[in-house]
């Protein structure tokens, strides 16, 4: 019945692999390097962050750039995404889970540090943030390029950060250096955390691994 | 574990002034209001500033809830963003802050030079006030406007060409001045340079002159010619264009520059070195275009382009039998042999190396005269 037209199917598909445009089994071999190079990139991406993070906090001047400086975290900073979670459910999560969660938030801290003053602080400085979030934009496609390769949906959503009234801008400006402290850590605190998220996906995907997938149609 | 969420409702403290500017030097007297709901007392708290206690003896209790800093004879603040000045509770957490904006107002901008690229644009660069230093975050905006009609426009593309400096790319207009000035702000005030009136046309500059070519004169030692070609966007304006040549030996760093090459697109370089590699770059000034009475500026030099003088390859002298120094080898050994004949064959004292020249000469008399013949 159907099990025995889906086995002759596989075997065709097997023996044809190169001839079946439906399959696109390119992308599918590709999903293993993906994850290398989002690994890579979330490595390479960690170590611009000190440089930058250590430039920044310079700028906003003591006690911020100061080695145990922990600030209250006051609610408005709720709006930066946190990486910070609970061991088992961070082992509990699906492959489409984590990817979404890391691309979630990848996406709300680039534009939020996209919206750090551009006007401020020296010309070194602005250049710097400006590499760094070119470079953060292509991890966010980085992600995106595992997870449609790997057949899952790009979450959809506001990208940018969601603005409710009165909350959004920071009303004085000290408050605002805290805003901005806090969002250097959660960056900080998401590559460490994307590197053993990737570290994770890429046991579960190695390179050379084909994967079929069948759309049950008339079988 | 990450620090606790404080309630979103009140904040814990109120700093007042917040965000202040100031002048150097000035003082200030700051009060931190605790929110009831934190119970804590004036004398709970207190201040920090830049991450330093500020000693008990600025403090006063204005109330039971709020505590007051006296600031005297502020300096210039530590950073552009601002004196992190902070309230803190016992156990050293933060209540509130205020950044402390401590300066200068900026000083009038000066030495505004500009400079046209082939009269399609315009850079200008300046440099801030004397003293330079405000403390304080300095905004700088370059203004222009056509001489005779009203309107001002404000460049756009800033640090093109350092941090002082500015690019107009488009919409220039030829034969009447421009007139250009520099605005600085900051917190403090607002500083006008004084105007700089131009013509597009005076401060052309141009790109440098391309297919530079360096070849031998034939055989001669110690000359090079250089050929190029007018640079191609003002090749049909550049009538009165002027040129520099300079060039230098491989391994040393002292360029020599010919100043007079006028406007023709070759010259001939000479008194060099044989058997040497030079190298060899050109520069163009677009003088005098449109008719302009001044002198343009100069281009960037071209890159260089290297090429040897020739070395001859004969021995010196060659066979001429006048002057002396023939084969010389040959005559060395023959004046050794002469020497050892002197010294071991006693009664051939005769024979010597003059002997020998003099046969060389008659030598080569009977030869030309058998020619001759």
Known sequence: GDSWGIFTFLCAALCNLPALPALNCTEELGAGQSIQKTYDLTRYLEHQLRTLAGTYLNYLGPPFNEPDFNPPRLARAERVPSATVDLDLWRGLTDNARLAANYRAYSRLLCYLRALDGQAGTAELRHRLGHFCSSLQGLVLSIAGVMSSLGYPLPVGPAGPPAPPGTSVAPNDFLKKMDDFWLLKELQTWLWRSAKDFNRLKKKVPPAVVTLRLEARGF | ?373
């Open chain 2, 1 to 373: 574990l990450p620090p606790p969420f404080l309630s979103p409702a009140a904040d814990p403290a109120v700093i007042s002034p917040q965000d202040p500017t100031l002048l150097i030097g000035s003082s200030l007297v700051a009060t931190c209001t605790v929110s009831p709901a934190f119970h804590l007392r004036a004398e709970d708290l207190y201040w920090t500033l830049n991450g330093r206690r500020l000693p008990a003896a600025s403090y006063a209790a204005l109330g039971p809830t709020t505590l007051s800093v006296a600031l005297a004879h502020l300096n210039g603040s530590k950073q552009q963003s601002g004196d992190n000045l902070v309230c803190h509770s016992r156990d050293g957490g933060i209540l509130a802050g205020s950044c402390l904006y401590v300066g200068l107002p900026p000083e009038k901008p000066v030495n505004i030079t500009c400079w046209s690229k082939n009269m399609k644009d315009l850079t200008c660069k300046w440099a801030p006030g004397t003293e330079g230093e405000t403390f304080l975050h300095t905004n700088y905006t370059l203004k222009y406007k056509l001489r005779w009609y009203g309107r001002d426009n404000t460049c756009q593309e800033y640090h093109t060409a350092g941090p002082y400096s500015c690019h107009i790319p488009k919409d220039l207009a030829l034969f009447t001045p421009y007139e250009i000035w520099v605005e600085a702000s900051n917190r403090l005030g607002v500083a006008v340079s004084d105007v700089v009136m131009l013509d597009i046309l005076d401060v052309v500059t141009t790109d440098p002159p391309p297919d530079v070519h360096v070849s031998r004169v034939g055989d001669l030692e110690d000359q090079l010619s250089v050929r190029w070609s007018s640079p191609p966007a003002l090749k049909d304006f550049l009538f009165q264009a002027k040129y520099q040549i300079q060039y230098r030996v491989e391994d040393s760093s002292e360029w020599k520059v010919v100043d007079d090459v006028g406007n023709q697109t070759s010259c001939r370089l000479a008194g060099l070195r044989p058997g040497t590699v030079y190298f060899v770059q050109v520069r163009c000034n677009p003088f005098g275009i449109y008719g302009s009475k001044k002198a343009g500026i100069w281009s960037d030099w071209s890159n260089p382009t290297a090429a040897s003088t020739p070395r001859s390859e004969r021995a010196t002298g060659g066979c001429d039998p006048k002057g002396g120094e023939q084969n010389t080898t040959l005559r060395r050994e023959l004046k050794q042999f002469f020497g050892w004949v002197k010294k071991h064959a006693y009664g051939c004292s005769n024979l010597g190396i003059k002997l020998y020249d003099q046969w060389r000469v008659w030598l080569q008399k009977s030869h030309k005269t058998r020619n001759q013949v």
